[in-house]
């Protein structure tokens, strides 16, 4: 049912920042928690940040705790991923997503959220 579109990837030095943004299609936007993956060569796709239906609430895998913010905005059908103080480590394709439910908390299973992006590749020199 939604298209979404992520964008801002790019190639930083460690201790840089990058945006992310995801821009999603679709009459019901505000009414999904959306969440940020990423996947890094040889590795599975992990839950990186998720944020409720309001805007509210969020959650962060504990890696990234203190350096990523995620956000919304319901008006512009856009969620955001605020990348700080970046390292090697969080090189990877990321993707957002959408859940699959609506109008309840974050999850963070991959098998939880029904529509993807293509990704954006965030890569990160030292």
């Known amino acids: 049912q939604v298209q979404l579109v992520e964008s801002g990837g790019g190639l930083v030095q460690a201790g840089g920042s990058l945006r992310l943004s995801c821009a999603a299609s679709?009459?019901?936007?505000?009414?999904?928690?959306m969440g940020w993956f990423r996947q890094a060569p040889g590795k599975e796709r992990e839950f990186v940040a998720g944020?409720?239906?309001?805007?509210?609430?969020?959650r962060y895998t504990d890696s990234v705790k203190g350096r990523f913010t995620i956000s919304r905005d319901n008006a512009k059908n856009t969620v955001y991923l605020q990348m700080n103080s970046l390292k090697p480590e969080d090189a990877a394709v990321y993707y957002c997503?959408?859940?699959?439910?609506?109008?309840?908390?974050?999850?963070?299973?991959?098998?939880?959220?029904?529509?993807w992006g293509q990704g954006t590749q965030v890569t990160v020199s030292s």
């Open positions: 997503a959408q859940d699959s439910i609506r109008y309840r908390p974050t999850v963070v299973a991959t098998t939880e959220f029904a529509s």
């Open positions: 679709g009459r019901t936007f505000s009414s999904y928690g």
């Open positions: 944020i409720n239906w309001a805007g509210l609430t969020t």
